[in-house]
């Protein structure tokens, strides 16, 4: 799937470019899969409207500078940032600076905030490959059960283990979006991957949209409550300031808006999308940037994994001193955690999370002089971050929802393949192929 992609890109060039001077697609969002597919359509001649409910692009990747150094409000990470990754392809493009970040670099403590030694942290990821290799070994695909189900019949005493508990919250609940409860146990690990160690941009992830915005027709605070798509008549779009009309609509909303219901489809879409829509997982992770006058913790280590109850509660850390001079910390809420921190205020949520470190670091723990904080889940034009496959899901209900519908809309988004589920260079890719659909079709 990786050389699909610069394969892709490629074949539909500027160079290879098919003339679509007389067709007409609006573009419901403009985060990376909307902008992604509305350049490429517009570099083929194609009339293209963007349409995005929030007052700035982007979507789900965000870059806020008022701390000092980028704090990513949404993707935080490229995510094997190999030559062949679209979403490398991008930054380069723009000269991206990156950090690595260095998983080794890491210190894990238990439930009293003493530091684990070196054999308890084998002890505790050897458990955890031992899973992931038991059910590779013995769960056929459409096995319905759920991960936390799968450790439970591998070795039930791991569910009283909190080092065994923290790590699949801290490790599997952070990269897939959801809790090992509403995970699929044979398909949560089945996707795909870049080559490379993950980076951080040092320069800002967003900064990759720009050569992808250059030229648009973007309508901002453009909220879409309608779509109604016929073969015969094309597509109509309704929002808060008007109707638009186009030959086709790629929609690009998150699963969460879709979940939700809060676009109408006229007429209703087909049970082969309404169902993966209901069933496919969507889940958050919760971002709090904590700057210190002064670091209280060793600026020369990355991570800093802390054993928790409940599990996902600020398990886990990174300083920004090792990519920049700022006393940062940067906590994680993840799986069902996730959920209750993001209906948290800013103020309760900083209440939470320095009783967390203070269970390491005690009374050097100061308060913060600045703060930033994601709400994912309680966004209303997101409800979500990312989607993930619960128990009985299949990797068809991911793909199935990128093909078209009456020739004429089509669904894009990390939700739309499951590859790549979760990620920026997913979303990307799946804007490509939409955009190549009509390509195709007009060409």
């Known amino acids: 799937m990786a050389s699909s992609a610069v394969a892709l890109v490629s074949k539909f060039g500027i160079k290879n ?3 679509l001077e007389n067709v007409s697609v609006v573009v419901v969002g403009a985060g990376i899969a909307g902008l992604g597919a509305a ?7 194609a009339t293209v409207t963007v349409l995005e409910a929030k007052d700035h692009t982007g979507g789900r990747l965000l870059t806020d500078w008022s701390m000092g150094p ?49 054999d308890e942290v084998e002890r505790i990821v050897d458990a955890w490959e031992g899973v992931l290799e038991h059910i590779d070994n013995t769960y056929e695909v ?10 439970k019949d591998y070795r039930p005493a791991y569910l009283d283990d909190p080092g065994i508990m923290w790590v ?44 992808l915005k250059e030229g648009l027709d973007i309508r901002l605070s453009h ?5 109604k798509y016929s073969a015969e008549d094309g597509v109509v779009i309704r929002t808060d300031k008007g109707a638009f009309e186009a030959d086709y609509c790629i929609c690009t909303v998150p699963l969460g808006v879709l979940k939700a219901g809060n676009i109408t489809f006229t ?3 087909p049970g082969d999308y309404r169902e993966p829509i209901a069933k496919l997982g969507f889940g958050s992770v919760t971002k709090l940037a904590l700057k210190f006058e002064e670091p209280f913790w060793d600026i020369e280590t990355q991570y800093f994994g802390i054993t928790t109850e409940p599990k996902g509660r600020w398990n886990y850390w990174l300083s920004y001193r090792t990519f920049s001079d700022e006393n940062i910390l940067l906590g994680l809420s993840v799986g069902d955690y996730a959920l209750v921190a993001d209906r948290m205020s800013d103020a309760e949520m900083v209440e939470d999370a320095l009783e967390v470190l203070r269970t390491v670091w005690e009374d050097d723990v100061t308060e913060p002089v600045e703060v930033l904080a994601t709400h994912w889940a309680t966004d209303p034009y997101t409800l979500g971050a990312y989607a993930f496959p619960q128990p009985g899901n299949r990797k068809s209900d ?7 519908i009456a020739d004429r809309l089509i669904f894009a988004g990390e939700h739309t393949i499951f590859d790549y589920a979760g990620t920026t260079h997913g979303a990307y890719m799946t804007g490509l192929r939409a955009a190549e659909y009509i390509i195709d079709e007009e060409g």
Request: proline share 6%.
């Open 223 to 227: 909220a879409v409550s309608d779509i």
């Open 142 to 151: 459409n096995d319905p059960r759920s991960l936390l189900q799968a450790i």
């Open 17 to 19: 470019a098919r003339a």
């Open 168 to 211: 699949f919250s801290a490790f599997t609940e952070f990269s897939k979006g959801g809790a090992i409860e509403k995970l699929s146990a044979p398909l949560f690990n089945w996707d795909e991957a870049f080559d490379g160690a993950d980076v951080v941009v040092t320069s800002g992830y967003d900064e990759i949209l720009k050569p």
């Open 398 to 404: 991911f793909d199935g929802l990128g093909e078209p």
């Open 267 to 269: 007429p209703e879409l």
């Open 39 to 45: 350049s490429m359509l517009r570099k083929h001649g």
């Open 70 to 118: 980028p704090f990513e409000v949404g993707a935080g990470w490229i995510h094997g940032p190999s030559s062949d990754n679209p979403t490398k392809q991008l930054a380069d493009a723009v000269n991206a600076q990156y950090v690595v970040t260095d998983d080794e670099n890491a210190v894990f403590y238990d439930l009293n905030g003493y530091e684990y030694d070196e």
